[in-house]
């Protein structure tokens, strides 16, 4: 009996029947070959898409971002309380009224400079000026006032700067804890104005007192006569005048002087010379003897007026004032006498002398002799 077999199914897809072959012969389940196709596509697709949707979002964030910075600052931070600190002879309102500042400007638009530079033309005891911003609406003016240093005579009236030079205001008399320049020629300055270089004598008295102070002795300088560029004088610690000449090897000067007042046998009083460059001379002070002859004269004058007035004088008051007169010469004698004998005692104390680094002798002359 013949076999029947059955017919052979027909496929219409013969790349659907040969993949199926070829997966039967690998022993794998068929999988379409398009279907993979398109899924891969897809894949891709959607990661363009993330990519270009995570770009898109970062674009906005940072439009986002620029615009708070930019609007923040004028939307947000305007002043809206303004204080001032540091000492100062000025009011804290007249400081806020000149600097122009008003509740409701923008913090960050705000020019520091030119608000400093407005407050120190108006007020010349300013020295520094700062603006402080404290978040979120607070405006701190920080400021530091000038010290007057000089009182400097213009016709009768006082100019009174610090140790730059500047003119901070005018005075009637001598401000306290000042020292007194007169002959300066300083008729063409101004309250505000800084000492310039046409102002030879200010800017050397200038130099004289900075000097001073970098060795420490410019609290004791009472005043200043510059009056004469060549000779130039000093009052110091209210007993001393000190003679500095034209002021050439100032810095020279200043140092013999500073050893001068530590010599112990410099008396209380008197003239320091330091005209010399290579010596200094102490002498006697000159109003001492000049009061003194001044009430010899007048003594003298109202001795002549009582002679005067007398018909006739007797011989004993002839006699009287002669010995008056012998008493008066033998006051004298002893006073030269003592004179010489301190004279020898300030040349016994004053044996030692020092040279300067050129190997010139240097020191003080007390009564004629080199002490120092």
Not at 191 to 200: A, F, L, P, Y
């Amino acid at each position: 009996m013949a076999k029947q077999t059955e017919p052979r199914r027909k496929t219409n897809s013969p790349v659907s029947s040969r993949s199926g072959q070829q997966a039967n012969r690998a022993g794998q389940p068929a999988r379409p070959a398009r279907t993979s196709r398109n899924s891969e596509r897809a894949r891709q697709q959607r990661q363009r898409r993330r990519r270009r949707n995570k770009l898109v979002f970062r674009v906005v964030c940072g439009l986002l971002i620029c615009a708070a910075i930019v609007l923040a600052p004028t939307v947000f931070f305007r002043v809206s309380h303004i204080t001032v600190t540091g000492d100062t002879r000025y009011t804290e309102q007249e400081l806020i009224d000149a600097s122009g500042v008003r509740e409701g400007d923008n913090m960050f638009f705000l020019d520091s400079s030119h608000i400093a530079q407005i407050l120190q033309a108006k007020y010349p005891y300013l020295d520094t000026v700062k603006l402080h911003r404290r978040l979120p609406s607070t405006l701190q003016i920080e400021i530091t006032e000038r010290t007057a240093a000089l009182s400097v005579e213009v016709n009768g009236e006082y100019l009174l700067m610090d140790m730059t030079g500047k003119v901070l205001e005018k005075n009637g008399q001598v401000a306290d804890n000042t020292v007194e320049v007169v002959g300066a020629e300083a008729e063409k300055l101004k309250v505000g104005d800084t000492v310039g270089d046409e102002q030879e004598k200010l800017q050397t008295v200038l130099d004289l007192m900075n000097l001073m102070t970098q060795y420490e002795m410019n609290d004791k300088v009472g005043s200043i006569d510059i009056e004469k560029a060549y000779d130039v004088r000093m009052r110091f610690d209210d007993r001393y005048t000190i003679l500095l000449g034209n002021l050439s090897d100032l810095e020279h000067k200043i140092q013999f002087l500073q050893a001068i007042l530590k010599e112990p046998s410099l008396p209380e009083t008197g003239i320091i010379d330091l005209t010399d460059d290579k010596k200094a001379h102490y002498r006697p002070d000159d109003t001492v003897s000049t009061s003194e002859e001044q009430d010899d004269t007048e003594e003298a004058d109202d001795a002549a007026e009582t002679g005067q007035s007398g018909d006739s004088t007797d011989d004993g008051q002839e006699k009287d004032s002669t010995d008056d007169s012998a008493e008066q010469e033998e006051t004298g004698a002893d006073d030269a006498s003592g004179q010489e004998e301190q004279a020898d005692t300030g040349a016994q104390d004053g044996d030692s002398s020092q040279e300067n680094s050129d190997g010139q002798t240097t020191g003080v002359v007390l009564y004629g002799k080199i002490i120092l």
